[in-house]
């Protein structure tokens, strides 16, 4: 049987509707989620407690924002360009996904050094240790994705093109992944902001 993309699927995957390693990835995703919300959480008890010092995002995180999101429009147009068979579109869109995802961790670097800078330390209000500690540990996750991404642009650079389902699966697995830690990203920025 051959999918709409032209990659042959095997009997064994169509069988069952879901593929095993995105259903691994689906239960670790809630895994994270549920971490989060654990975070989010306490964030909202510990504000009502009092003590509580409230202070703009800097600028860095709502640029941050931006990028992470044309990183994952970048990593689509890589995975669509890989579908249909235009090898340079795959490798350009995804050494651009890569470096997005870069540049989204030194701009939360940079806007730690502004919190910092503007008497927000980590060790200080309960409050600027919560925004270093949600932010920090997105930034520990999407530091996993652009590992993840690194070893595909490796691939897309080192292996033979070719449009294999096992392939396929494989950046599909990414960008779900991708997606998933943007769209994380833009729900605890939003929620920081109207917390403050």
């Not at 600028?59 to 931006?66: L, N, V």
Request: glycine share 8%; proline share 2%; aromatic share 14%.
């Amino acid at each position: 049987m051959e999918s709409t993309s032209g990659i042959k699927l095997t009997n064994s995957y169509n069988r069952s509707k879901i593929h095993p390693h995105k259903f691994a990835l689906y239960v670790s995703m809630a895994s994270i989620i549920m971490m989060f919300a654990g975070l989010t959480s306490a964030f909202v008890v510990r504000r009502a407690a009092g003590n509580w010092l409230e202070f703009y995002m800097p600028q860095e995180f709502y640029i941050s924002a931006a990028v992470i999101v044309v990183s994952s429009i970048c990593l689509h147009l890589s995975i669509r360009s890989f579908k249909r068979g235009s090898e340079a579109g795959y490798r350009l869109f995804m050494i651009l996904a890569m470096i997005c995802g870069i540049a989204f961790v030194g701009l939360q670097y940079s806007g730690w050094l502004t919190l910092d800078a503007g008497g927000i330390s980590v060790d200080g209000n309960p409050s600027g240790s919560f925004v270093y500690a949600i932010s920090g540990l997105h930034a520990a996750h999407v530091v996993g994705g652009i590992a993840v991404l690194l070893v595909c642009a490796l691939r897309a650079f080192t292996v033979p093109y070719k449009r294999t389902e096992r392939r396929l699966i494989r950046l599909e697995l990414s960008a779900i992944y991708w997606h998933f830690v943007d769209i994380l990203w833009l729900y605890l920025l939003f929620f920081m902001i109207w917390q403050m």
